[in-house]
């Protein structure tokens, strides 16, 4: 083993760099946030130039901490924020938009009207955005009709920015993500092309997730290096934790929460309000590639409904959650439907809602409640998925001890918090180690952190799933 790996980790409100060594030890990282815009109800946005400008601050910050230069380094992975579009001129490589970010519902008519049709699509996937920027940005039309036109999720842009524009690349975890990619033959799908007016060169190429691509542009970090690797964000904390056995399920706690659970090399049926998507293909040395697969489902709003309650000023320090919930008086439920309900509801009208509310309700019984709420939609998720044994838990909402006993008790698994809980970035380096053309290798994950049993008797258990139950539906009915 040989050579530092930088993995840079682009998320939905910020964006982490940090230099692995070859032992897998962290040498060296550095954070910044994301802009975010919410230019009208249900639209949400970002700036794709603020993606590139604050990959190079932490870029920068995480060498200098780690002591390395950029020559130095092996090998850089990116993992991404998954579903959210951009596009930009292939010429100039300026955006032409901005970027419409996955929680963005502004399509949500053409989907009903897609769902009408039977049609299984939600506002998260890319296709229904890509054909939004296709018919109303005029830049965008025009630079289709000059041969012009790229689109991209986050990974294809940070990629073909890296690169100088030589890489015009994503893999089967993000293309999968789109809605337009067939996973069983791993190719474009022709017919969801056609139906949301997409010409496939507008598309990059589909490539292994720990495939060498090219390597970054010496302008941008002063040396070449080999760019290795690229994955989704969940599919990439799922590698970090070594996770591909039938079975093996883990649960994401961040702006959303995401549990996915793998079922094997091959596609296979999603239960109602999952979705079958890929985990990852990995080259190997012998030119053979490896695929694995997995269900996912997700509360849309997990870590976004603390931000929340920060925003409007119930919650001061994300800090102060544990202690306000074990301090909050039981009795007040939250549904965290802030942006409609998934997983395995998939009801986009949604809206969340306190019901108990009394006139001793304070600001630690809503915290208590939000927690609560949100430990309950995971519940949901490990039902849906069929999670029976122990729940692998990463994500920085899992700092929160009360949260995780939570969730062992309302799903009677045994929940293991990752050692590292940021490890996405992990995954991204520890996949561009895998890659057949990086020498040297990358050590396998750590231990979890803990082992937190479930401590709730099962007919409490069972008593408290009922009334969960009956609440969402409640306001499902209202909605």
Known sequence: MSGPILSLDLGTTGVRAVVFDAQGLVMGQAYQRLALAFPGPDRFEQDANDFCVRSLEVIGAALTESRCAAADLRALGIVNQRSSVMAWDAQTGAPLAPVIGWQDRRTLARVQELRALGLPVNTLASCTKFEWLCAEVPEVRSAAARGRLRLGTPDVWLTCWLSGGAAFVTDPSNAGATGLYDAESGVWLGAAMALFGQDPAWHPEVVASNALVGVTDPKLLGAEVPIAARAGDQQAACFAQGLAKLGDAKLTLGTSAMLDRCTGAVPSEAPAGAYDLPLWRLATADGSALDAFCHEGMVITAGAAVEWLQRIGVLVEVSELDAMAMEGRPGVVFVPALAGLGTPYMADRARGSFTGLRLETGRNELVRAVI?????????????????????????????????????????????????????????????????????GFLPPPEPAARIMPQLPAADRQAAREAWRIHVENGLAAS
């Open 372 to 440: 609560d709420g949100i430990a309950q939609r995971c519940a949901d998720l490990a039902s849906a998925l069929g999670v029976t044994r122990d729940l692998h838990v990463d994500g920085g909402l899992a700092r929160s001890q009360w949260l995780l006993q939570r969730l062992a008790d309302l799903t009677g698994t045994v929940v293991l918090p990752a050692r590292e809980l940021e490890s996405t970035a992990r995954g991204g380096a520890a996949l561009a180690a895998s890659c057949p053309d990086i020498e040297g």
